[in-house]
C-alpha cells in the first residue's frame, strides 16, 4: 500500500499564501474604488489599509494638504507673476476644483503603504502621456526631487525643488513657461529660504536680481537690474526681511533716478520722491515712522489755489485724481522750497549789507577820533552822514 505524502499539499498551501502577500504589494485600486479614512487610503470596506499602487487620484488630493508643497508654490506665483489661472490649472499646482461638476485637470498614479503614501508618483493631464508632475513621498510627506512641468511637455520644465520631511530642503529652480529659460534660483533649508537668491531675464539670461536670505528673511543688499544685467532698477538694504535706510529706483533704459525713499527699521521715515522719465518731480510726501505727515501751511495754500483754479477753467463734473493731486502738492512743495530759499538769500544779502556799513561807519568814528581825540563826541547828524558817504562808497583816506 502506497502511503500519501502530505508535505506537497503543505508545501503548496504556503507557497500560494507567499504569493498572495506578495500581491498585496503590487495591487492596484483605482480611486474611485478608494476610501480614505483618518487619512488612509482603504480598498471599498476592507478594514485594512491599502498597500500598492493607488490610480487616478486627482493631484489636488495628492497635494492640498502638504503646508511644504503651497510654500513653494507660492514662490512659484511671486516669480512668475504672469501666469494665468488656466495655466496654473492646467499644471495640477494650484486651484483644485472643489465642484464635481468641473473636470479634473491633472491625475496621479502613487505608491501607497499601509494607507499612507509612500514612494514615486506621477502625475499627468486626463487620459494623455503628458507628465505635469513627478515626486517621491516618505511616510505621507513629499521627500526627494519634485519636477513640474510645463503643459507643453516632458522635455520642458517649469521648476524642480528637493523635498525633505515634507518641506522644501535644497535648491529651487524656476524656468520661464515661454523661453523655457531659467529665470530663478534660490535655496530653501527645513522649508525656510536660505542663501543667495538670483533671478534672470527670460530673454537674454542675464541677472537682473540678487538678494540673500537669512533665516527666511531679506538680510543685506537687494538690487534688481534692467535686462542687459548692468543698469540698477532698484536697490535696498533690508534687515531681517525690513528695509533699512535708503530705498532708490531707476529708469531702467537712461539711469534716471525715478524714486527715493527712506526707512527706519520697515517704516518710511523722512521725504518720499519720485520722478517722470523726464526728470520732473511727480510725488513728495513726508513720512514720520511710517504716518504721512501734514503739508505746511503754505503747501496747504498752494494747493487749495490749484483746486480753485482747477473747478474755474474746467468741467465740473471732472474729479482731480490722486495722481494729479500728488503731482499738484510736488510741485507746490518745490515751490515752497524756492519761495523760502528766496526769502533767506533775501534776508542774507541785507544783512551782509547792513554789516557793510556799520563797519563803513566804525571806520569813519575810529578816523575821527584819531583827529580830534578820544573824548570828542560824535553826533547823530555826523553819523547820518558817514552813513551815507558809506552807501556811496566812501572812505576814509
Request: with cysteine; proline share 3%; charged share 30%.
Given at each position: 500500500m502506497k502511503v500519501p505524502n502530505c508535505r506537497y499539499p503543505l508545501i503548496l498551501s504556503s507557497l500560494v499564501a507567499a504569493l498572495a502577500l506578495a500581491g498585496c504589494k503590487g495591487d492596484v485600486l483605482d480611486y474611485r474604488n478608494a476610501q480614505i479614512v483618518n487619512g488612509k487610503v482603504y480598498a471599498g470596506d476592507a478594514n485594512k489599509p491599502f498597500s500598492g499602487t493607488l490610480t487616478n487620484v486627482p493631484s489636488g488630493i495628492v497635494l492640498e494638504s502638504q503646508s511644504g508643497f503651497r510654500k513653494v508654490v507660492a514662490s512659484i506665483e511671486r516669480v512668475l507673476p504672469a501666469l494665468t489661472y488656466d495655466y496654473v490649472r492646467s499644471v495640477g499646482i494650484d486651484y483644485f476644483p472643489t465642484d464635481l461638476r468641473i473636470p479634473v485637470p491633472v491625475y496621479c498614479d502613487t505608491h501607497v503603504d499601509n494607507g499612507i503614501l509612500d514612494g514615486n508618483a506621477v502625475c499627468k493631464a486626463p487620459n494623455t502621456d503628458n507628465v505635469r508632475l513627478e515626486m517621491a513621498f516618505k511616510g505621507g510627506r513629499p521627500d526627494g526631487q519634485l519636477t513640474i512641468y510645463t503643459p507643453d511637455g516632458v522635455s520642458q520644465k517649469l521648476a524642480t525643488i528637493a523635498f525633505r520631511d515634507g518641506e522644501p530642503d535644497g535648491r529651487q529652480e524656476i524656468y520661464s513657461p515661454t523661453t523655457h529659460r531659467l529665470v530663478h534660483a534660490s535655496n530653501w533649508t527645513k522649508g525656510a529660504p536660505e542663501g543667495q537668491e538670483e533671478g534672470f531675464d527670460e530673454n537674454t539670461g542675464n541677472r537682473i536680481l540678487i538678494a540673500t536670505y537669512v533665516n527666511g528673511q531679506v538680510n543685506g543688499p537687494f538690487t534688481r537690474y534692467a535686462a542687459d544685467g548692468k543698469q540698477i532698477t532698484y536697490r535696498a538694504i533690508f534687515v531681517n526681511g525690513k528695509p533699512e535706510g535708503t530705498e532708490e529706483t531707476y529708469d531702467p533704459m537712461t539711469g534716471k533716478l525715478t524714486g527715493r525713499a527712506e526707512y527706519t527699521n520697515g517704516l518710511l521715515n523722512g521725504t518720499v520722491k519720485r520722478w517722470n522719465a523726464d526728470g520732473k518731480l511727480v510725488y513728495e510726501k513726508d513720512y514720520q515712522n511710517?504716518?504721512?505727515?501734514?503739508?505746511?501751511?503754505?503747501?496747504?495754500?498752494?494747493?487749495?489755489?490749484?483746486?480753485?483754479?482747477?473747478?474755474?477753467?474746467?468741467?465740473?463734473?471732472?474729479?482731480?485724481?490722486?495722481?494729479?493731486?500728488?503731482?499738484?502738492?510736488?510741485?507746490?512743495?518745490?515751490?515752497?522750497?524756492?519761495?523760502?530759499?528766496?526769502?533767506?538769500?533775501?534776508?542774507?544779502?541785507?544783512?551782509?549789507?547792513?554789516?557793510?556799513?556799520?563797519?563803513?561807519?566804525?571806520?569813519?568814528?575810529?578816523?575821527?577820533?584819531?583827529?580830534?581825540?578820544?573824548?570828542?563826541?560824535?553826533?547823530?547828524?555826523?553819523?547820518?552822514?558817514?552813513?551815507?558817504?558809506?552807501?556811496?562808497?566812501?572812505?576814509?583816506?
Open positions: 511710517g504716518q504721512e505727515s501734514l503739508p505746511a501751511p503754505a503747501v496747504t495754500a498752494c494747493l487749495d489755489r490749484r483746486y480753485t483754479a482747477f473747478y474755474r477753467s474746467g468741467d465740473l463734473r471732472e474729479n482731480v485724481n490722486s495722481e494729479q493731486r500728488n503731482r499738484w502738492e510736488a510741485e507746490c512743495k518745490e515751490e515752497s522750497r524756492g519761495s523760502a530759499s528766496s526769502t533767506r538769500r533775501s534776508e542774507s544779502a541785507a544783512t551782509t549789507s547792513s554789516s557793510d556799513d556799520e563797519i563803513c561807519v566804525s571806520i569813519w568814528t575810529a578816523a575821527f577820533h584819531r583827529e580830534n581825540g578820544d573824548d570828542a563826541i560824535v553826533t547823530a547828524d555826523q553819523l547820518g552822514e558817514w552813513r551815507s558817504w558809506c552807501k556811496d562808497g566812501k572812505r576814509p583816506s
